[in-house]
């Protein structure tokens, strides 16, 4: 099994470049599918397993799909689409399968899909995704661990508002509005960068999507879209990640191809933390010379404060001056990084959806495991500053949303490797 084997103490500094969102790049790659006539060329995509893991479902459906890792790009040809199937096997690695739902229902008019389970962070239901896709005219049938649905009538333009916002369920949504007979209106959307990332490529192909980062989107729907090529805009959360390592081991990082309007809730937090960042067209400058701050923090739907980021903004927390609280308000379970974290000496006592984190802790190293991706995220966030060498398991967790992570970090001066052992 592969291993990071991580000593802390170094300070980083230098500049680490930002790779292409993950959670952009999946929900366009499922949009590929509404692309006709011609190839689609994405740039900018991440080398992740979570794109190879999407790349493979579509193959399974019979659509054409090259990845090029090394030049980060993906060429997708769907002009014909010969399966409507996608596999337990797949949709159980990767949730985010779900999401050519909509795609093949507005294409096809019929999906199949397995139920996608639970994960580490919830159980994490789609009664959103299938009661938008209702409203729009799909027939949805459950049976032996598969969803089945049909369009007997075509797709046709509706009224759906989200009990919460999804950022799952809007995405299902507008794909298989865009080409639903006349105007579908979302209210309570997700407002997510990502989602406005989604509408902008389904308009390039000639979708008719307004409103995408506000809380009402009204699509008119097309006969046709065009597949076209399109550029995957920066992972926030990958740059949150590395901001708060630079924060964590008192360093010196500039950020590139960081977008700072995506990043407005983690940067107020790190400045409340006392940490100093500046922001300039290319990217985000983070520089620590002292111990952080403790702060609260809440995660919330876009705008606020990112469930994403909040395993790795709570391992800064444990090295924090005081005592701070943390409240998971998206996820149901999404403290799984606290026992691992109590292994390296972190006090953390969890009530509910709330964690109360001690700070000024002497992190050691020792051997720990990620248990989903963020944790896993935290967890080497925390070996960065801890006292001698942790070990990390289960880095396939990390994989699915980090590019080049160990690359990334030696270049910037810390002390990682990956080991199989
Ligand atoms: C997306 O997941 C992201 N994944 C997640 O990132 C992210 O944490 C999440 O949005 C919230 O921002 C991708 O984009 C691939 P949701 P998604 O539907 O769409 C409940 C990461 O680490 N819900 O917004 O699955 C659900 O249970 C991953 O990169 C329903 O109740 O998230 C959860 O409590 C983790 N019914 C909340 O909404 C539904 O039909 C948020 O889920 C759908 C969701």
Redesign the pocket.
């Known amino acids: 099994m592969e291993r990071l084997i991580i000593r802390g103490g170094n300070r980083l500094c230098g500049t680490v470049k930002i790779s292409g969102a993950?959670?952009?790049v999946?929900?366009v790659i499922a949009a590929t599918l509404l692309g006709q006539d011609r190839e689609t060329c994405l740039d900018e995509v991440p080398n992740l397993d979570?794109v190879r893991t999407i790349s493979e479902l579509l193959r399974s459906l019979g659509v054409t799909v090259r990845h090029e890792p090394e030049h980060n790009k993906l060429f997708v040809d769907a002009t014909t689409i010969e399966n409507i199937t996608a596999p337990y096997d797949l949709v159980r690695r990767?949730?985010?399968s779900f999401?050519i739902m909509g795609p093949l229902l507005a294409r096809l008019g019929r999906a199949k899909i397995s139920l996608p389970g639970g994960?580490a962070?919830?159980?994490?239901?789609?009664?959103?995704?299938?009661?938008g896709l209702e409203a729009l005219g799909a027939k949805i049938s459950i049976g032996h661990g598969y969803i089945e649905a049909t369009t007997p009538d075509g797709l046709k333009g509706a009224q759906i508002y989200l009990?919460?916002?999804?950022?799952?369920?809007?995405?299902n949504i507008l794909m298989a509005a865009s080409m639903a007979e006349g105007q579908t209106v979302i209210e309570n959307p997700?407002q997510?960068p990502?989602i406005v990332d989604l509408a902008n490529y389904l308009n390039l192909m000639g979708a008719k999507i307004r409103g995408a980062g506000t809380n009402v989107i009204k699509v008119d729907g097309a006969k046709k879209l065009i597949a076209r090529d399109y550029t995957i805009i920066p992972d926030r959360?990958e740059a949150g990640t590395y901001m708060i390592a630079a924060a964590m081991t008192r360093g010196d990082v500039y950020i590139a191809n960081a977008i700072s309007e995506h990043l407005k809730p983690v940067i107020a937090k790190l400045k409340e933390a006392g940490v100093t960042v500046i922001e300039d067209v290319d990217g985000i400058r983070v520089v620590c010379d002292r111990r952080v701050r403790a702060v609260d923090i809440k995660t919330l739907?876009?705008p606020g404060f990112?469930?994403?980021m909040q395993a790795q903004f709570m391992a800064m927390l444990t090295v924090a001056e005081g005592t701070s609280v943390v409240t998971e308000t998206?996820?149901?379970n999404r403290f799984m990084h606290v026992d691992e974290l109590r292994r390296m000496g972190a006090r953390i006592k969890i009530d509910g959806r709330t964690s109360v984190v001690e700070g000024q802790t002497r992190l050691t190293g020792c051997q720990v495991k990620a248990t989903?991706?963020?944790a896993g995220a935290a967890i080497v966030l925390a070996a960065l500053v801890a006292e001698g060498e942790t070990q990390v398991a289960y880095i396939h967790h990390i994989d699915?949303?980090y590019d080049n992570l160990v690359q990334k970090l030696v270049s910037i001066g810390a002390d990682i490797k990956r080991v199989d052992c």
């Open positions: 993950k959670n952009a999946l929900p979570d990767m949730r985010a999401l994960c962070i919830g159980t994490r239901p789609i009664d959103l995704h299938l009661k009990d919460f916002p999804s950022v799952g369920a809007t995405e997700a997510e990502e959360i739907p876009y990112p469930t994403d998206v996820f149901e989903d991706l963020r699915r949303g």
